[in-house]
């Protein structure tokens, strides 16, 4: 048995983007022919121009130009802006079909057993959250290395276990979330030797008490790493506000989730 569901947007209440009607943008830019997509998906002549004037409608821009004129009468074109809609709802069904298939590995309807089904909505403590794209893995006998590139272009990489790979079903291409604790931070001097991650970036705020500081760094893309360290443990490097800093963070200590 398996947990299916429809992905569906609406905007103030009104159905925008169905299934179906994907299925006649993607027939549309195919054919060029609003019958012509109609009857590929298959659906009436009069319920394509509905769907695509609904859409057109509820839309902040146009998504389905019509053409008028020429020799074959014009032609149906899908805007950029719809283009766009098309590859955005791409990634939103990849994550919605993982989240079915997640839940359904979850889920026994029929005995009522619904395992650890609360871990759907699991928040962690951790700090710092990132996302990343995998661009490249080196398997082991029992971990992998996992090659992050941040949205700064700095790399970032991971060691999990080989099952952690398998469960998280984690591929080249893919974005994932890298997740560290800020204590695993390191704020590194100029002549640190820290094996593992070292990424460059500037320490926009400090924050201290009696025995620690807080010490947030733009890595670059938008992205921040926290770090908690002693008063001790920042005093020799000579860590400021607006100072450029090379923060160490062992692979190990960087974990991924999806």
């Not at 006649?24 to 012509?36: F, N, P, V, Y």
């Not at 395992?115 to 398997?139: C, D, F, H, W, Y």
């Not at 009696?210 to 992205?223: E, F, Q």
Request: a negative charge; hydrophobic letters at 40%; charged letters at 25%.
């Amino acid at each position: 048995m398996e947990v299916t569901s429809p992905l569906t947007f609406e905007i103030s209440g009104e159905p925008f983007l169905l299934e179906k009607r994907i299925c006649l943008l993607h027939a549309i830019r195919e054919h060029g022919s609003i019958s012509k997509a109609a009857k590929a998906v298959p659906m009436s002549y009069k319920s394509a121009w509905e769907a695509v004037d609904a859409m057109n409608a509820l839309s902040p821009e146009p998504i389905v130009y019509r053409e008028t004129g020429g020799k074959d009468g014009g032609g149906t074109t899908i805007t950029a802006y719809g283009m766009q809609l098309l590859a955005n709802y791409a990634l939103l069904k990849e994550e919605h079909s993982r989240f079915l298939e997640r839940l359904t590995e979850l889920t026994d309807i029929q005995s009522g057993a619904f395992k650890t089904i609360g871990r759907l909505g699991l928040q962690i403590s951790a700090r710092n959250q990132i996302q990343a794209e995998v661009t490249a893995m080196e398997p082991g006998d029992v971990n992998t290395r996992v090659y992050l590139t941040l949205k700064s272009g700095q790399t970032l990489v991971s060691v999990i276990t080989e099952e952690a790979v398998e469960d998280l079903r984690i591929k080249t291409g893919q974005t994932v979330t890298a997740i560290c604790k800020s204590s695993n931070v390191n704020i590194l001097s100029a002549v640190g030797d820290e094996q593992g991650n070292r990424l460059e970036g500037r320490v926009i705020r400090i924050e201290k008490d009696r025995y620690n500081a807080k010490i947030t760094v733009d890595i670059g893309g938008h992205d921040t790493l926290v770090a908690v360290r002693s008063i001790e443990d920042i005093e020799p490097v000579g860590v400021c506000e607006g100072c450029r800093v090379t923060v160490g963070i062992r692979a190990n200590d960087v974990m991924l989730g999806r």
